[in-house]
């Protein structure tokens, strides 16, 4: 085949197929594009988030009132506006509201970000590409492992400690009959 007789790609359904967690947005943070693993991943659907802003479709979870998603990713992509580079969050606790037909309220999610700009010939940012990676499974898994080991390190003490007082009584037990 020669390159004559390919046909150009197209660029939009190679992109929403990607298996990689995109979002696309304005500078203003509206919505622009998304891929298909970003909607399975949120629970949402891309006629009803695009064109709206990404705090709107993505609210901080109003049951936890420490969460900081939405200051934390904002902050990232104020520095991304900013600074023209791309901003890498190791770690964000950002909970997803689930639809109604999933029972509503929020699920916990943990999740990798790299947004980075997209620069028009006059070095302005024209979008923002926002990458995340769901890591909640790994999160979670680290949580249980530091309270197994929190746990046994109680009962370790709680052992020690128990062995002690056998010691002292049995002393006493000695004392007391020789005595």
């Excluded at 939009?12 to 991943?41: G, H, K, N, W």
């Excluded at 590409?129 to 890591?135: G, L």
């Excluded at 009584?169 to 007391?176: C, F, K």
Aim: a negative charge.
């Amino acid at each position: 085949m020669t390159l004559s007789e390919l046909t150009t790609p197209d660029f939009r359904v190679l992109f929403e197929t990607a298996p990689s967690l995109c979002l696309v947005l304005a500078p203003d943070l509206r919505i622009v594009a998304m891929t298909d693993a970003y909607l399975q991943a949120t629970m949402t659907k891309r006629s009803e988030i695009l064109g709206r802003n990404v705090f709107d479709v993505f609210p901080d979870n109003p049951d936890d009132p420490a969460a900081t998603g939405v200051k934390n990713i904002n902050n990232s992509f104020q520095t991304v506006l900013k600074n023209k580079v791309p901003h890498t969050m190791a770690i964000q606790k950002y909970d997803i509201k689930r639809p109604e037909s999933e029972g509503g309220g929020f699920e916990v999610r943990y999740w990798s970000v790299i947004n980075s700009p997209v620069l028009n010939v006059e070095a302005e940012v024209t979008y923002i590409i926002n990458r995340a990676e769901d890591v909640t499974e790994f999160v979670l898994l680290k949580q249980q492992d530091s309270e197994r080991r929190r746990i046994n390190e109680e009962l370790q003490l709680r052992a020690s400690q128990m062995e002690a007082e056998i010691f002292l009584r049995a002393r006493e037990l000695v004392d007391a009959t020789l005595g």
